[in-house]
């Protein structure tokens, strides 16, 4: 289980061996954060290439950056966004990804702490004495291009993009992407429909049924691709939340399959 309810953190808050992490942006952080909360914000890490060097490079920057927060992997880690956001997704990934054995992500995010009456602090922790964090990279939850590149069109694999219509189609995109439009034969549902209005992550059998009418089933291998893997991540939590078996993140995302002019694309 990849999620931790508001709740069950409070009641958890002051017990040892837990470490909770805010990847919000800083100068939410620094507006207010849960008691004890470290700051770490992966977002803007893109990865350009998730081809062997690609993925090296990949590991030794986050092993850096978790072990900067205090990951060492002996720890349970929390993390939250404002809501069921995509950034603090992207890291529960990461941590899962890298082979941390115990990572969930705040059910919610700030908002359901609030609600719940959790206490809010500015103070921020003495910086930690940075962790030996071993990177044990873990390939059942990962999509590379290569990997994607060779399922296209399989019977047994959905491509699912969590884009916005107009990226989609091929009508909008963002300005580092040389081009626009879709991996040929990938099917649609945006993310945001797999968030519920309180913020949270769904659950129950009209959730089902929305990912069956879109062609997601979870008798085949779903590869969830967004831009750079944040929006992806977050559905591929959802997926696995809700008893998926098969779930890979794309994490290089359309951003490296738009620079690959070897690779095809799908508009309109």
């Not at 837990?18 to 990865?47: F, K, N, Q, S």
């Not at 993310?191 to 659950?203: A, C, K, V, Y």
């Not at 779903?222 to 929006?231: E, K, L, M, N, Q």
């Amino acid at each position: 289980m990849s999620l931790i309810s508001a709740q069950q953190l409070r009641e958890r808050l002051a017990g040892a061996g837990l470490l909770i992490i805010d990847a919000r942006p800083l100068d939410e952080y620094e507006a207010g954060h849960i008691p004890g909360a470290r700051h770490l914000d992966t977002y803007d890490y893109l990865v350009e290439r998730s081809d062997p060097a690609g993925l090296e490079g990949m590991h030794s920057y986050l092993a850096r950056a978790f072990a900067s927060a205090g990951v060492s992997g002996d720890e349970e880690v929390v993390l939250y966004d404002e809501t069921a956001g995509m950034r603090s997704a992207r890291s529960v990934w990461f941590l899962e990804y890298l082979g941390h054995p115990r990572v969930r992500q705040l059910d919610g995010g700030f908002q359901a702490w609030r609600a719940v009456g959790g206490a809010v602090s500015r103070d921020v922790p003495a910086a930690p004495r940075p962790a030996a964090f071993a990177v044990r990279p873990q390939p059942d939850v990962l999509a590379t291009c290569d990997y994607v590149s060779a399922r296209l069109r399989r019977p047994d694999v959905v491509i699912l993009d969590i884009r916005s219509d107009g990226e989609h189609k091929g009508t909008e995109t963002a300005d580092c992407d040389p081009r626009a439009g879709r991996i040929p034969g990938s099917l649609w549902l945006e993310w945001g429909r797999l968030i519920d209005p309180e913020g949270r992550l769904p659950d129950g059998e009209q959730t089902r049924r929305l990912l069956a009418d879109a062609g997601v089933t979870p008798d085949n291998e779903i590869i969830v691709y967004c831009h750079r893997g944040a929006r992806a991540a977050n559905t591929y939590l959802a997926l696995r939340d809700l008893g998926y078996p098969r779930v890979r993140n794309f994490i290089g995302s359309w951003h490296e399959w738009s620079r690959r002019p070897d690779l095809p694309a799908d508009s309109g």
